[in-house]
């Protein structure tokens, strides 16, 4: 997932999205214990995207709170 589709999602999308790629990370994880899967470097990719993700909604959770001051 590029940056530049992640800043245009919505907050709400944010999470759902990082809340999706926590449990596809979970499972690739799992996956690669019992048995080697196919792309390991899969895991890499959504360890990247999932930092992305919760770096944009801290950038977000940021600027509104200093909005609202």
Do not use: C, W
């Not at 992640?6 to 809340?19: M, N, P, Y």
């Not at 899969?42 to 940021?62: F, M, P």
């Amino acid at each position: 997932m590029k940056n530049s589709e992640i800043i245009e999602l919505s907050t709400e999308e944010l999470a759902a999205k990082l809340g999706e790629e926590k449990q596809t990370l979970t499972k690739l994880k799992f996956a690669h214990a019992v048995s080697a899967i196919e792309n390991p470097s899969r895991i890499t990719k959504v360890r990247k995207d999932i930092a992305r993700l919760t770096t944009e909604l801290t950038k977000r959770k940021a600027a509104a709170a200093t909005a609202k001051n």
